[in-house]
């Protein structure tokens, strides 16, 4: 018989197999700070509204665990939580489907109104999984582009500044006006969702934010966000809307430019999102660069919104685990381990 509970400090050996194929540097901090942090017990007694970091649950029977769960706070967690990664045996389907009823019903208990995951376009199964088991809809895709080179491009009509909390009415205007019509019931946002946290510092991950104006008016024009895990590997995602044009060159050498300030030696890579005005513009101005995508996830979500008209399907499916790989390690695919766990 089989139960499922959280996640605790002791159960590291326990999973040592299980979690085998998170080898990288990235994933290592992950796992062992935030994962199987000894004061995350306290983490899951705070109110909904106030979570930010990721919590765990496993599925236990007498022969030990058999698969893992964790769920992250979005910037709204009463809004939307996402799933963010999903362990189990090999085929083992049905463990799976319990572990995610199990984690979206805990949740919407406490709160929240709906779920989103993103799957890689390599586990077709674990795909028809959310979305014929578990309710979830697909909505979009995401793609991820390794920057190859950067141009040392000044410019003249942009100025760029850190991100301020009084920017987040317009950043949240301009992140609505970017997501296409019949995306915007599912994933609109409002101004304090994109006020930085006070407990900021104590996430897994490292974030920098900027705002880019117009020299001539200080109207704004775009923010963006730099994160990181591992201070070898960044992702760059840019929010303007679709009256605007940015020389996207720019934003480039000015976020090169910050991160060689930190460290010399990095990746870089930068999101796109089918969902949004840009995204199609931004993906086939890449693939005439050359840009390599490394990962490309499909977007599911299980909101009671609904979508004014079908989305267009992509044709492909994808990964459930974020961006955690040094370089030269296969980045959101599935290790070798993968005959013993997929991945979330």
């Not at 983490?43 to 992250?72: A, C, N, R, W």
């Not at 984690?103 to 586990?123: E, I, P």
């Not at 499909?298 to 499916?317: M, P, Q, Y």
Request: net charge positive; charged share 25%; with cysteine.
């Amino acid at each position: 018989m089989s139960r499922i509970r959280k996640l605790y400090f002791f159960d590291k050996n326990n999973t040592k197999e299980m979690i085998s194929f998170l080898n990288n540097k990235g994933d290592d901090v992950y796992t062992n700070n935030y994962m199987f942090n000894p004061f995350l017990i306290f983490h899951h007694l705070i109110p909904l509204k106030f979570k930010f970091l990721p919590e765990s649950y496993v599925m236990k029977d007498k022969d030990g665990i058999k698969g893992l769960i964790t769920v992250e706070p979005t910037r709204n967690p009463l809004k939307q939580m996402e799933i963010q990664k999903l362990l189990f045996e090999e085929n083992a389907f049905l463990d799976a489907e319990e572990l995610i009823q199990y984690a979206v019903s805990r949740y919407k208990a406490m709160g929240t109104a709906s779920f989103v995951v993103r799957v890689d376009d390599n586990l077709p199964e674990l795909l028809k999984l959310f979305v014929t088991k578990c309710g979830f809809s697909q909505i979009s895709y995401e793609k991820l582009w390794k920057i190859n080179s950067v141009t040392d491009k000044l410019s003249n009509i942009l100025k760029f500044r850190d991100f301020r909390n009084s920017d987040s009415a317009v950043t949240a205007s301009i992140f609505n006006e970017s997501l296409l019509p019949h995306i915007r019931p599912l994933l609109n946002a409002d101004t304090k969702e994109f006020k930085e946290n006070f407990f900021k510092g104590l996430s897994y991950y490292t974030e920098y934010k900027y705002v880019v104006e117009d020299k001539k008016t200080s109207n704004i024009l775009a923010v963006i966000s730099i994160q990181t895990v591992d201070n070898k590997n960044y992702i760059l995602e840019v929010i303007n809307s679709s009256w605007t044009e940015i020389d996207i060159d720019s934003i480039l050498s000015f976020v090169n430019s910050k991160i060689k300030k930190r460290n010399k030696n990095f990746a870089l890579y930068i999101k796109t999102k089918k969902y949004t005005h840009s995204g199609e513009q931004y993906e086939k101005e890449f693939m005439e660069r050359k840009y390599e995508c490394v990962q490309n996830q499909v977007v599911l979500t299980n909101s009671s919104a609904k979508i004014i008209r079908e989305a267009e399907r992509s044709g492909k499916f994808t990964v459930l685990n974020k961006l955690y790989s040094a370089q030269g390690v296969n980045i959101g695919g599935v290790s070798s381990k993968q005959e013993l766990a997929n991945k979330l």
